[in-house]
């Protein structure tokens, strides 16, 4: 017995940012719009920060996406939802024990709350788990201050869907990941999630529409000189990944991002393309175990805990810092004791201390809480990776050592 299905997925970060993101009305509109007189079967958005305007596309969408589900997080919500043809049956989310720092309030990523959501749907007779997420930017590739963050979310990830998709005939991962397919948190993906990347899935990458890139495209009105510079093709950072459960084949027809302009024709609808990919999905009562690539999965791990670990070490050295600094800053808050001064003097002296005060209370913060909860979140990842390689490990026959990964001879020898 066999039975087949067509399925059109796709994703898009919305940039949807109240008050910071340009044209966000009228782009929100052209995107509901788009979506309505579409076929697609789901719908994965990134970057939907306001309720109003995801209360509009999940109603403008309503005949042709009839549910939809908006993940709630973080302090301005998670920004990610699902719309779906197919009822959703179940619904589940992981929000990030890493996603930047509170007092970076310039890059935001911490007030987010980024999560991976899960729905589950059934669908014309095969069940679909469908993930999105948004991962932390990188803004800075040569001093990537984030990498780590990143690592731990992407590790947490495909942890993620790998315990919760095991009942699921196919799994849709989908989203805008801010990883590139030769950096390691894509690796982690693939390789801890045994999932295939849909844009090495298609026969054919030479028309002009296949999604070379979603993010800084030449053709994007919202792509900056400075983008340009830096990536002049652009880059990807939007991914659809596909899993198989038993008995089922996926061929992908094609991995493309057609939009480019909004019906006026003044801007792009996003500063990010969408990423939309056509499937065919076949289930079989006969099929193979598919062999599972676990040597490419021990060494991606062993790379994301030797980093993790040397995070670690600087955290706690930062720690120190911070501690030493408040030690400075509460010596200079004491000898700053007003005296009989000058009106003028006095006030520069009162000044004086309250920033001081800040100073010393932000050090305090940085080194009793902040450094606490990102050393516990890192310290976490790595023991978690720590128990899988102990065990893919030993079912290939391999002794584990945890000094392994704290050895940075091996992966020094690779990047250079």
Not at 126 to 151: G, P
Not at 212 to 239: F, M, V, W
Not at 270 to 283: C, G, I, M, P, R
Request: aromatic share 10%; charged share 20%; net charge negative.
């Amino acid at each position: 017995m066999k039975m087949e299905t067509e399925l059109k997925v796709l994703t898009l970060n919305c940039w949807g940012i109240v008050g910071f993101s340009r044209d966000r009305t009228k782009r929100m509109a052209a995107i509901a719009s788009h979506l309505a007189i579409s076929d697609y079967d789901f719908v994965f958005l990134q970057e939907v920060w306001s309720q109003d305007d995801y209360q509009m596309i999940s109603k403008k969408v309503s005949e042709v996406l009839p549910y939809s589900f908006y993940f709630h997080s973080g302090v301005v919500g998670s920004g990610v939802c699902i719309l779906s043809r197919s009822r959703i049956i179940d619904t589940g989310s992981h929000a990030f024990s890493l996603n930047g720092y509170a007092h970076k309030i310039q890059h935001g990523d911490w007030f987010g709350g980024k999560v991976v959501g899960l729905c589950k749907v059934l669908h014309r007779g095969i069940r679909i788990n469908l993930y999105v997420t948004h991962f932390h930017a990188e803004y800075n590739k040569l001093h990537d201050q984030y990498l780590a963050h990143r690592i731990a979310q992407a590790f947490e990830f495909s942890q993620f869907v790998q315990l919760t998709s095991e009942t699921a005939d196919l799994t849709i991962m989908a989203g805008d990941f801010n990883t590139e397919p030769e950096d390691l948190p894509y690796r982690i993906i693939l390789n801890n999630t045994d999932s295939q990347d849909t844009f090495l899935m298609q026969p054919t990458i030479s028309d002009s529409k296949v999604c070379i890139a979603t993010c800084g495209h030449p053709r994007n009105t919202y792509t900056s000189k400075q983008e340009l510079s830096d990536a002049p093709q652009g880059i990807r950072i939007d991914y659809v990944f596909l899993k198989h459960g038993k008995g089922v084949e996926t061929k992908c027809f094609s991995c493309e991002t057609p939009l480019e302009k909004i019906p006026d024709g003044t801007v792009s609808y996003s500063d990010h393309e969408a990423v939309v990919v056509k499937l065919l999905v076949t289930k079989s009562a006969f099929f193979e175990e598919p062999e599972v690539n676990n040597a490419a999965r021990i060494t991606v791990l062993e790379e994301a805990g030797y980093l993790l670990n040397a995070s670690l070490v600087c955290l706690r050295k930062n720690c120190i810092f911070y501690f030493m600094l408040s030690c400075f800053l509460l010596c200079l808050l004491l000898l700053s004791t007003p005296f009989n001064l000058p009106y003028g003097l006095n006030a520069v002296m009162i000044f004086s201390r309250i920033v001081l005060s800040i100073g010393l209370g932000f050090c305090l913060w940085m080194c009793s809480v902040m450094n606490n909860m990102e050393q516990k979140a890192l310290l976490g990842a790595c023991n978690s990776i720590q128990v899988l390689l102990a065990s893919l490990k030993e079912d290939r026959g391999i002794e584990f050592d945890t000094m392994d990964l704290k050895n940075p001879t091996k992966y020094q020898t690779e990047s250079s």
